[in-house]
């Protein structure tokens, strides 16, 4: 079983700071994907970023990076030059990959609120 | 391309009632997975479809249904609806990519019981 801790129920940001939002998972299986979405109050979720568990660089998509620590088993998100419209819930998931188990299992997510 | 479709986007029933969500995936998307998102539970997996099988199914009573069509187009039905079944319910799809196998989430289906 997959299990997904968001510790920061909710965290306040400048604008045009960076903000680190802190992931961190536990698995028995060797071959996982970890994945962020953002969900704005519309509902709809939203992929920014995806991290296998046998990537040797942490991913990069636009202001979206992900700080990947596997022994440590920690998977954080930093959102550089924060925008007005990034002010969402995000959510850290995970999932066994290779396998028919396409299950996503999510944290509780984090708000973040930006600040102008 | 579009992205992934759910009708209807709001519900209103009341108890007793049964209520049929639908989920078109991205053309191209096989599989199709249903969460249900609670402010008590956050997102759980109810179930997921792969041409027209049943492959995973979440910890729900046997009222939580599913089934997807040769389109890849699916379907989830709750019968007998309680008051814990207001949700949000959101719907993804996959293409199978080994590399990835991203799921892409719909704009969900926020049901309302009374």
């Known amino acids: 079983a997959q299990k997904i801790t968001q510790t920061q129920p909710g965290m306040f940001v400048q604008e045009k700071e960076a903000v680190t939002l802190d992931c961190t998972y536990d698995?028995?299986?060797?071959?996982?994907?970890l994945f962020w979405y953002k969900q704005p109050s519309s509902g709809e979720m939203i992929f920014l970023i995806y991290?296998?568990?046998?990537?040797?660089q942490n991913a990069t998509e636009g202001r979206y990076s992900l700080n990947f620590q596997k022994a440590r088993k920690s998977a954080n998100l930093v959102i550089s030059a924060s925008q007005l419209g990034d002010s969402a819930m995000y959510f850290c998931?995970?999932?066994?990959?290779?396998?028919?188990?396409?299950?996503?299992?999510f944290g509780a997510g984090t708000t973040v609120t930006v600040r102008a | 391309k579009a992205g992934v479709t759910q009708t209807p986007r709001y519900l209103i029933k009341t108890r007793g009632q049964q209520v049929t969500l639908s989920c078109s995936p991205i053309?191209?998307?096989?599989?199709v997975s249903w969460y249900q998102q609670t402010p008590g539970q956050g997102l759980q997996f109810l179930f997921e479809y792969f041409s027209e099988t049943q492959r995973n199914k979440g910890n729900f009573p046997g009222r939580f249904s599913g089934r997807q069509f040769s389109n890849s187009r699916s379907e989830m039905n709750v019968s007998t609806l309680e008051l814990g079944d207001s949700a949000l319910y959101l719907c993804a799809s996959t293409f199978l990519d080994p590399s990835k196998e991203t799921q892409y989430f719909g704009p969900g289906t926020r049901l309302l019981v009374l």
């Open positions: 053309s191209g998307h096989r599989s």
């Open positions: 998931a995970m999932r066994v990959v290779g396998s028919n188990d396409y299950k996503l299992s």
């Open positions: 991290q296998g568990s046998y990537d040797q």
């Open positions: 698995t028995s299986d060797p071959s996982y994907g």
